[in-house]
C-alpha cells in the first residue's frame, strides 16, 4: 500500500506518479504524447482506456464573450459593456513578438510535441519530487486552452466555475483527450489564435487585443519585444505580476520571460539584454465598463436600451436566454441616439438645473411617425455618489425608472380634449367652469358601476379670476382645472380610457390608468417617455408609434458576423386626422398666447401643453413640432419637495410654474436639436373665439369676482339664460343640446399627494 502523508492524502510524488501511470494505462492519452497530431500508437491495453473512452467527443470551441459597443445612430460609439472585456482577433493582428514570448514560457516545446508532453510530464514529475511539492506543472498550451474552455462555458456561475478548476484525476483525463481532439482539429496556428484570445490577462482584460489596449493603449499587433515579454508573463500569476499594482515584481517576470526566449533562440541574448534594461513603459486604459462611462451624458439612455434588450421576447423566449446572450457579448448596437439632440439635452439640463439641486429635472426627446428616441438625459448623472442617481427619471419602473412615475398636472388635459373630439364635441365647446366646484357625480365609467363623489370633495382653478363660461379653446390655454372637470363628466370615463389606451399612457409602474374624474387633472404618475411618445401622435397627425431605441444589432460569433433581429415600432391611428389638427390649433394657442409663452419656439411650428401639480412637487411642459416631440420634467423623485421659494440652477423662484422652469428647458433642448432640420407646418385649424357681449362679459365678470372671493362655486353664473349652480344636477345648452352640469370635488387624497409619487395632484395649473 503507497504511504499516504499525515494529512490524509498522497504525496506530490506520489499524485504525479497515479497520474503519469494513468496517463500511460490511457493508451490512447498516448496518442497525443509522441507525436504532433499523430495517431493511436497501439499501446492501448484492452480493458484499461474504458473510462477515457467513456468521455464523449463533443468538445466544441465556446463562443467566447466579448464586449458589447453600443452606437448612436450615426455610428459614433456610446459605451462598451460587458461580462468579460475581449476583443477576438486573428493571429496575423497579433505581434510576432507576443506569439514568440507566450510559446517560450508557456510551452517552449509547443511545435514539437502532441496535446500532450512527455518530456514535460517526466521533467514536472521529476522536479515536483525534488522539490517535494507541486513547483512546475506539465500543461501544454492546448490542455490549458480546454482548461479556459470550460471556464468561459462557466461562464460567472462560481459553482461551475470551481468544477472547471478543480484539480483531479478525472478532470485531468477529460482535459487530455480534449486536447488530443483540438490538435487533430484546429493544428498548432489555430490553436495558438484562440489561446491568446481567451486567457486572462488581469485589470479585467480577456484576450490579447484587450490586455494590449488595458496596459499600452495599442493594438496587439504593435506590440514591441519587452511589452509581448511583459504580457505573457502575467498570464501564469495575473494578480502576482500584475504591473500596475507591483512594477517590482511584474519586472522580474517579464525579464524571465525575456531570458527564456533568448535560451530557445527566439531572440539573441543581446536583445533579451537590451529589452530588460527598458522600463515597463506602461500607458494604462483605464477599464470603460458599462453604460457608467457612456459619453454625450447618454448613461441613462444606454442603461434603457440594456433592459430592452433583457426584456424583450424578440431577443430569447426567457430572461435566462436573454441574458445568456447578452452576457456572451460581441454585439454592436446602433441606436436611435441623435447626437444633436443629445448633446442639446444635455446642454440645456446643465444651464438650467445644478446637480446638487432639491430637485432633478429629466428630459426625452422621440421622432413623431416613426417611435425612435432621440435623446434621453437629467440633471442628476448616472452613478452611486452624492448627487447621482441609478434612476432613470424618464422611464417606466420595469426599465429602470421610478416606482410610479410623476404626475403630470394638466398636460393630461391634451388626452380628454382628444377624447371629447373623437366623440364629436365640437372644437368650440363651451362649459360653465366656475372658479370652485364640486367634482361631478355621477359619471360613467366603462362598467355598469359610475363613480360617484361620495365626499362631496371640490376642484378649484388656479386663480379667482378663473371663471367661465369658457370654450375649449380659451380654456386650454388657460389650463381651467373646473372646464376639463365638466368635459370629462360629460363624455363619461370610457372613451378617455379608450383614447389614451391608443396612445400607450400607463402609469410608471405599467399599470392602466383607474377610472376616475381626477385623472383629467393628471393626478397619476406617468413617465417623460411615455408623455412624449403621446403627445407625438398629436404631431404625426394621430398616427401613434411605439418608442424604440434600437435601429440594428450585429453578433460576432467566431469568425462570422450575423444579424439580429430586433424590436420594431408598431404605428396605429390613435385618433382621426382631424382631432389631431385640432388639438394641434389648441396647443398651438398654448404658447402663443397660454400658459406656455415662455417655452415657444419663435422660428417654427410648435406646441405643447404646462403642467403644474398640487403643491408644486411636479411641473411639466410637453411639446412638440411637426418633426420632434419633448418632454421635460422637474421635481423630486421622492416627491417631497415643495417648489415654493426655491433655487433651482442658481436661480430663485417664489412659486415654479410649468412654463416657467420646464418651459425654457424645453424651448432650449427643441432650439439646439432643430437647428438644421426642416421646419414642416402644422395643418391647422381654425377655432372661432366665442362671441360675447362687451357689457354683459363685463357684468358677469364683476358677479363672478365677487362669487370668487367668497369662495363661491360659481352660483348665479348663466349661460343661454340658463342659472348654473354647482349643486344642481340642471344643465348648459350648446346648440339646443342639454350638456350635464357636473357637480362634485374630488375626494381626499386624490388631489393631496403622497411620498410615492403614484398620487400626488389634482389641484393642478397650468
Known amino acids: 500500500m503507497p504511504k499516504k502523508r499525515s494529512g490524509g492524502g498522497l504525496s506530490p510524488t506520489q499524485q504525479a506518479a497515479k497520474f503519469l501511470g494513468v496517463s500511460v494505462l490511457a493508451g490512447a492519452v498516448m496518442a497525443g504524447i509522441a507525436l504532433p497530431a499523430a495517431g493511436a500508437l497501439g499501446l492501448a491495453a484492452k480493458g484499461s482506456v474504458q473510462g477515457f473512452d467513456d468521455i464523449p467527443d463533443n468538445l466544441k470551441s465556446p463562443s467566447l464573450s466579448q464586449r458589447t459597443t453600443i452606437l448612436d445612430s ?16 486573428d493571429l496575423k493582428d497579433i505581434s510576432p513578438y507576443m506569439q514568440k514570448a507566450i510559446v517560450a ?9 502532441g496535446a500532450v508532453d512527455l518530456k514535460g510530464i517526466l521533467r514536472a514529475v521529476n522536479q515536483n519530487a525534488q522539490n517535494g511539492g507541486v513547483a512546475q506543472g506539465a500543461s501544454t498550451l492546448t490542455q490549458q486552452l480546454v482548461k479556459n474552455y470550460f471556464v468561459e462555458e462557466a461562464g460567472d456561475d462560481p459553482t461551475k466555475v470551481a468544477q472547471a478548476t478543480q484539480q483531479t484525476i478525472g478532470r485531468k483525463i477529460r482535459e487530455l ?13 489555430k490553436i495558438l489564435e484562440n489561446y491568446l484570445n481567451i486567457t486572462f490577462f488581469g485589470e479585467q482584460a480577456y484576450g490579447v487585443e484587450a490586455a494590449a489596449q488595458r496596459y499600452f493603449s495599442k493594438p496587439a499587433k504593435n506590440l514591441n519585444l519587452q511589452e509581448s515579454a511583459l504580457l505573457a508573463g502575467i498570464v501564469q500569476s495575473p494578480s502576482r505580476y500584475d504591473p ?6 511584474a519586472t522580474k517576470r517579464r525579464n524571465t520571460v525575456l531570458q527564456r526566449m533568448a535560451e530557445v533562440h527566439d531572440i539573441s541574448q543581446e536583445q533579451a539584454d537590451t529589452a530588460k534594461a527598458a522600463k515597463l513603459g506602461l500607458h494604462v486604459s483605464k477599464p470603460k465598463n458599462g453604460c457608467i462611462t457612456a459619453a454625450k451624458g447618454s448613461s441613462f439612455f444606454c442603461k434603457y436600451v440594456e433592459n430592452v434588450f433583457l426584456s424583450d421576447p424578440v431577443f430569447g423566449k426567457t430572461k435566462e436566454a436573454r441574458a445568456k446572450v447578452w452576457n456572451r457579448g460581441g454585439l454592436t448596437i446602433r441606436t436611435t441616439l441623435e447626437p444633436q439632440s443629445q448633446a442639446s439635452i444635455q446642454a440645456s439640463l446643465k444651464d438650467h438645473v445644478n446637480k446638487s439641486d432639491k430637485v432633478a429635472a429629466a428630459a426625452t426627446l422621440v421622432e413623431p411617425g416613426t417611435g425612435k428616441i432621440l435623446g434621453m438625459g437629467q440633471s442628476k448623472p448616472y452613478g452611486y455618489g452624492k448627487n447621482e442617481t441609478e434612476i432613470n427619471y424618464s422611464v417606466n419602473y420595469g426599465m429602470g425608472g421610478s416606482n410610479y412615475g410623476f404626475p403630470t398636472g394638466s398636460t ?7 377624447a371629447a373630439l373623437e366623440q364629436g364635441r365640437p372644437a368650440t365647446q363651451e362649459y360653465s367652469s ?11 365609467t366603462c362598467g ?7 365626499a362631496n370633495e371640490q376642484v378649484p382653478n388656479e386663480s379667482a379670476d378663473e371663471k367661465g363660461p369658457y370654450q375649449l379653446k380659451e380654456a386650454m390655454a388657460k389650463s381651467v382645472n373646473t372646464y376639463f372637470v365638466q368635459m370629462i363628466s360629460d363624455i363619461g370615463l370610457c372613451p378617455v380610457m379608450d383614447q389614451i389606451g391608443k396612445l400607450g399612457v400607463v402609469q410608471g409602474n405599467g399599470d392602466k390608468l383607474p377610472q376616475v374624474p381626477s385623472i383629467a387633472l393628471g393626478a397619476k404618475g406617468i413617465s417623460p417617455l411615455t408623455m412624449a411618445t403621446a403627445y407625438a401622435a398629436f404631431a404625426s397627425r394621430g398616427m401613434y408609434c411605439t418608442p424604440i431605441a434600437i435601429e440594428s444589432i450585429s453578433q460576432q460569433i467566431g469568425e462570422r458576423e450575423k444579424s439580429l433581429d430586433v424590436p420594431k415600432s408598431t404605428c396605429s391611428r390613435a385618433m382621426s386626422e382631424k382631432t389631431a389638427d385640432t388639438v394641434n390649433s389648441l396647443l398651438s394657442g398654448v404658447i402663443d398666447s397660454g400658459t406656455g409663452q415662455q417655452a415657444g419656439l419663435t422660428d417654427r411650428a410648435n406646441a405643447g401643453k404646462t403642467g403644474t401639480t398640487d403643491e408644486r412637487k411636479n411641473a411639466w411642459f410637453v411639446g412638440y413640432t ?13 416627491q417631497r419637495v415643495h417648489m415654493v421659494g426655491i433655487q433651482i440652477g442658481g436661480v430663485y423662484h417664489d412659486k415654479v410654474y410649468g412654463g416657467q422652469v420646464p418651459g425654457p428647458i424645453w424651448r432650449d433642448l427643441m432650439t439646439g436639436a432643430l437647428v438644421g432640420k426642416d421646419s414642416p407646418s402644422f395643418n391647422l385649424i381654425n377655432i372661432p373665439d366665442p362671441q360675447k357681449d362687451k357689457d354683459k362679459d363685463e357684468d358677469r365678470g364683476r358677479d363672478d369676482g365677487n362669487n370668487g372671493r367668497h369662495g363661491g362655486n360659481g352660483n348665479g353664473n348663466t349661460t343661454n339664460g340658463n342659472t348654473i349652480s354647482g349643486l344642481t344636477d340642471g344643465g348648459l345648452t350648446d346648440g339646443g343640446v342639454v350638456v350635464p352640469t357636473p357637480s362634485f370635488s374630488i375626494p381626499e387624497g386624490w388631489i393631496q399627494g403622497n411620498d410615492n409619487g403614484g398620487n400626488d395632484n389634482g389641484g393642478q395649473r397650468n
Open 412 to 418: 393630461f388635459k391634451p388626452f380628454v380634449a382628444a
Open 434 to 444: 366656475p372658479n370652485k366646484m364640486p367634482y361631478p357625480s355621477p359619471v360613467q
Open 74 to 89: 450615426k455610428g459614433g460609439q456610446i459605451a462598451t459593456v460587458y461580462s468579460r472585456d475581449r476583443t477576438v482577433i
Open 105 to 113: 514560457i508557456e510551452d517552449s516545446r509547443f511545435y514539437q510535441h
Open 244 to 249: 500596475v499594482n507591483d512594477e517590482e515584481e
Open 448 to 454: 355598469s358601476k359610475p363613480w360617484t363623489n361620495q
Open 626 to 638: 411637426p418633426n420632434m416631440s419633448g418632454a421635460v420634467w422637474v421635481g423630486s423623485a421622492s
Open 177 to 189: 483527450k480534449y486536447a488530443i481532439q483540438l490538435e487533430e482539429k484546429l493544428g498548432k496556428k
